[in-house]
């Protein structure tokens, strides 16, 4: 008796996996270009909170009045400027390790996801200090150039000049160390961006 059973079409094929996705530890070209262009901007961040840190640090000044008694303006007789230079200095640290961590991601590029997502969250809350120091300052320091007449505040800077300059030298670099970090958030915002798949 002949067998009825009639052998199945697809037995014999073999399926084919699908092709797996490339591995995220081989370094693409681009995420090597983020970094570098990561790390030129955090040294970037160092050196202008350096500076501004250091424009801080030296503009006491000293000026005779008309009593015999010398007047000084430091810095840190207010505590705006002191939560300002305290501000500097945090970001300028954070600057250092996320250099060095930028670093060790050009060259251990496996790890490039995790730190940009750390990157982004770190910059975002130093983003956040910096500012509001810089517009703490920014306040006191207006208050210093033009005066309040409403509670009988008297300007300073006419007396204090070159502190004042200092302080708007400070101010200014503070700024920019500010963009350097909207700059940083959108590049690791943008580059984790480009890694979700389609």
């Not at 010398?70 to 501000?87: G, M, Q, T």
């Not at 809350?125 to 810089?134: C, D, N």
């Not at 703490?136 to 006419?158: F, M, R």
Request: aromatic share 10%.
């Amino acid at each position: 008796m002949a067998s009825t059973d009639k052998p199945d079409p697809e037995q014999g094929k073999e399926v084919t996996p699908p092709p797996k996705p490339e591995s995220s530890s081989v370094a693409s070209p681009t995420a090597a270009s983020y970094f570098s262009v990561d790390v030129t901007l955090r040294v970037l961040l160092f050196a202008s909170t350096l500076t501004a840190i250091v424009v801080l640090v030296t503009s006491k000044q000293t000026v005779r009045g008309r009593v015999p008694i010398p007047l000084v303006a430091k810095f840190d007789h207010s505590p705006a400027f002191i939560y300002f230079l305290v501000a500097l200095s945090v970001a300028g640290l954070y600057s250092i390790i996320t250099t060095l961590a930028s670093i060790s991601v050009i060259l251990k590029p496996e790890f490039s996801t995790k730190f940009l997502l750390h990157f982004a969250f770190w910059d975002v809350l130093i983003l956040g200090l910096v500012a509001s120091a810089t517009g703490t300052a920014g306040g006191v320091a207006y208050i210093g150039l033009k005066g309040n007449d409403h509670v009988k505040w008297p300007k300073v800077c006419s007396t204090f000049d070159k502190f004042c300059r200092h302080l708007a030298g400070s101010l200014a670099v503070s700024l920019f160390a500010s963009v350097l970090l909207v700059l940083l958030v959108w590049f690791s915002v943008f580059s984790i961006h480009k890694k979700l798949p389609k």
